[in-house]
DNA sequence: CTGAGGATGTGCT
DNA sequence: GCACATCCTCAGG
C-alpha cells in the first residue's frame, strides 16, 4: 500500500485507471510532459507500475541522441508523438523514451524509474532480484523487469505492447516534484530536466538534492 | 554507506 | 579507438 503524499488513494484493485494517454498529451513541450508522467502508469503485459522517475531530452540540448539530427540509431526518437523509442545503453541495457513534441522533432521523456504495482513475482524472476526497491529504479532495470526489449522500438504506447495511462483523481501536486540535472551524461550536465516524485522509495538515486529555499522549512 | 572497475554493442569523434 | 541517457560486485571506512 504505497501512500505517496501529496496523492488522492492509491488504485488498490478497484478502477482508479483512467484511459491510455492519447496522441495529444505527448505532442507537448517535452519538459511538461515530462512532469505529467510523474504518477502515471505503466503497463506491459501483466506487469504494471507508477512512474516516479523522469528525465527530458530535446534535439537542441548536447545530451540528446538527436542533437546532430536523425540516424539510424535514434530514428524513432522523430516519430510522431506517442511513440516508444528503445535504445541499448552500454551495450548491455536498454532505455526506454517516450517521444513528445511534433513529428521530425527529436525530443523525449527516459522513463528513469518506477514504483512496481503489479505482476511482481515476473519482475522478480526477471531481474533475479528479491528487494521491491531494487526492481525498476533505473532505466536498465525497469527494462528488465517490464521485458521492454529492442523490438518494442518505434511501436505505438497509444495501442501497442506497451501503454500508459492516467490516474483520475489528479496528478501529483508541484510541491510534491522535485528538479534536478540529468544522470549518467557528460554534457549540458546543468540542465534541470530530471524530475522526481520527491517522497519515493524506488527512485534510481536516493534522492536529488533538494532546492534549498530560504524560509522553506517544515 | 562510498567509490572503483568490469561487462558489453554500437556509432561516432 | 573511445564514449557512452547502466548495473553489478567488491573493497574499504
Given at each position: 500500500?504505497?501512500?505517496?503524499?501529496?496523492?488522492a488513494a492509491?488504485s488498490?484493485?478497484?478502477?482508479?485507471?483512467?484511459p491510455p494517454?492519447?496522441?495529444?498529451?505527448?505532442?507537448?513541450?517535452?519538459?511538461?510532459?515530462?512532469?505529467?508522467?510523474?504518477?502515471?502508469?505503466l503497463?506491459?503485459?501483466?506487469?504494471?507500475g507508477?512512474?516516479?522517475?523522469?528525465?527530458?531530452?530535446?534535439?537542441?540540448?548536447?545530451?540528446?541522441?538527436?542533437?546532430?539530427?536523425?540516424?539510424?540509431r535514434?530514428?524513432s526518437?522523430?516519430?510522431?508523438p506517442g511513440?516508444?523509442?528503445?535504445?541499448?545503453?552500454?551495450?548491455?541495457?536498454?532505455?526506454f523514451n517516450?517521444?513528445?513534441?511534433d513529428?521530425?522533432?527529436?525530443?523525449?521523456?527516459?522513463?528513469?524509474a518506477?514504483?512496481?504495482?503489479a505482476?511482481?513475482?515476473a519482475?522478480?524472476?526477471?531481474?533475479g532480484?528479491?528487494?521491491?526497491?531494487?526492481?525498476c529504479?533505473?532505466?536498465?532495470?525497469?527494462?528488465q523487469?517490464?521485458?521492454?526489449?529492442l523490438?518494442?522500438d518505434?511501436?505505438s504506447?497509444?495501442?501497442?505492447?506497451?501503454?500508459?495511462?492516467?490516474l483520475?483523481?489528479g496528478?501529483?501536486?508541484?510541491?510534491?516534484?522535485?528538479?534536478?540535472?540529468r544522470?549518467g551524461?557528460s554534457?549540458a550536465?546543468?540542465?534541470?530536466?530530471?524530475?522526481?516524485?520527491?517522497?519515493?522509495?524506488?527512485?534510481?538515486?536516493?534522492?536529488?538534492?533538494?532546492?534549498?529555499?530560504?524560509?522553506?522549512?517544515?
Amino acid at each position: 500500500m504505497s501512500t505517496l503524499s501529496g496523492w488522492a488513494a492509491p488504485s488498490s484493485g478497484s478502477s482508479a485507471i483512467g484511459p491510455p494517454l492519447a496522441e495529444s498529451f505527448y505532442a507537448r513541450d517535452v519538459l511538461v510532459v515530462a512532469r505529467e508522467l510523474l504518477g502515471c502508469l505503466l503497463q506491459v503485459g501483466d506487469t504494471l507500475g507508477r512512474i516516479v522517475e523522469t528525465e527530458a531530452y530535446h534535439q537542441r540540448e548536447p545530451a540528446c541522441h538527436g542533437h546532430n539530427g536523425r540516424t539510424p540509431r535514434c530514428r524513432s526518437l522523430f516519430g510522431p508523438p506517442g511513440t516508444a523509442y528503445v535504445y541499448r545503453a552500454y551495450g548491455i541495457h536498454r532505455c526506454f523514451n517516450v517521444v513528445c513534441e511534433d513529428e521530425g522533432v527529436g525530443a523525449a521523456v527516459l522513463v528513469r524509474a518506477v514504483e512496481p504495482l503489479a505482476g511482481i513475482a515476473a519482475m522478480r524472476k526477471r531481474r533475479g532480484v528479491e528487494r521491491l526497491e531494487d526492481l525498476c529504479s533505473g532505466p536498465g532495470k525497469l527494462c528488465q523487469a517490464f521485458a521492454i526489449e529492442l523490438e518494442h522500438d518505434g511501436t505505438s504506447l497509444v495501442d501497442g505492447p506497451i501503454r500508459l495511462f492516467a490516474l483520475e483523481g489528479g496528478r501529483p501536486r508541484a510541491s510534491a516534484i522535485v528538479a534536478a540535472p540529468r544522470i549518467g551524461i557528460s554534457r549540458a550536465v546543468d540542465l534541470p530536466w530530471r524530475f522526481c516524485l520527491a517522497e519515493s522509495r524506488f527512485l534510481s538515486r536516493p534522492r536529488p538534492t533538494p532546492p534549498q529555499v530560504a524560509g522553506t522549512r517544515d
